[in-house]
């Protein structure tokens, strides 16, 4: 069955820029059906939604992040990446990668996660 | 931006009734979806499209949306439904995704 799994550093300084992979197995990312998204959690806070990107490579991010967010896909490796330069303390979080998939007409829901990684923003 | 609030916490005992609130602007036009998180674990769904129950959730969990406002019932709360909630939905342009506050369930 198709796995999601991230992967990067789990200890960036402040002012650089975090890099996450997920890499997707067991399925094609370049299905026509799904989305990808990064989500994050700090520790003992809730979930945020960060952003979200198609196959073809449309994307969409969270407003509050945009001006730090990249979110790229590789076909070819079957992978999508997140960055989010300028980073903080406050950026120290768990951060998932998930499919989102369709409920209904223009209704998307994230419906299988990875397990999460840990990243660490300090000096 | 959006924001979707819940009840930081709600405590019920074994066997009674929890509902869990979300409130927002946008609710009125567009579905909320909730899901479970136990401690360690990522987010399971457990209610779509306000009210519908994907496969192997069990029927004590359904949920209702009216107005502003979608909630979460778990009819008959059981000790292993003690874990954060948090609702999802979208702003009114349907781009951005946006998770609720999150509510603490403890069943004892």
């Known amino acids: 069955q198709l796995q999601l799994q991230e992967s990067g550093p789990g200890l960036v300084k402040p002012s650089e820029t975090l890099s996450l992979t997920c890499t997707v197995s067991?399925?094609?990312?370049?299905?026509?059906?799904?989305?990808w998204g990064w989500i994050r959690q700090p520790p003992g806070k809730g979930l945020e939604w960060i952003g979200s990107i198609y196959y073809s490579g449309s994307t969409y991010y969270n407003p509050s992040l945009k001006s730090r967010v990249t979110i790229s896909v590789d076909t070819s490796k079957n992978q999508f990446s997140l960055k989010l330069s300028s980073v903080t303390a406050a950026d120290t979080a768990v951060y998932y990668c998930?499919?989102?998939?369709?409920?209904?007409?223009?209704?998307?829901?994230?419906?299988?996660w990875g397990r999460g990684t840990l990243v660490t923003v300090s000096s | 931006s959006y924001e979707l609030t819940q009840p930081p916490s709600v405590s019920v005992s074994p066997g009674q009734t929890a509902r869990i609130t979300c409130s927002g602007d946008?609710?009125?036009?567009?579905?909320a979806y909730w899901y479970q998180q136990k401690s360690g674990q990522a987010p399971v769904l457990v209610i779509y499209?306000?009210?519908k129950r994907p496969s192997g959730i069990p029927e004590r969990f359904s949920g209702s949306s009216s107005g502003t406002m979608a909630t979460l019932t778990i009819s008959g709360a059981q000790v292993e439904d003690e874990a954060d909630y948090y609702c999802?939905?979208?702003?009114?342009?349907?781009?951005?995704?946006?998770f609720g506050t999150g509510t603490k369930v403890t069943v004892l």
């Open positions: 067991g399925g094609s990312i370049s299905s026509s059906s799904y989305y």
């Open positions: 946008a609710l009125p036009k567009k579905y």
């Open positions: 499209e306000d009210s």
């Open positions: 998930a499919r989102e998939a369709p409920s209904t007409v223009n209704y998307w829901y994230f419906d299988l």
């Open positions: 999802y939905s979208t702003d009114s342009s349907g781009n951005h995704g946006v």
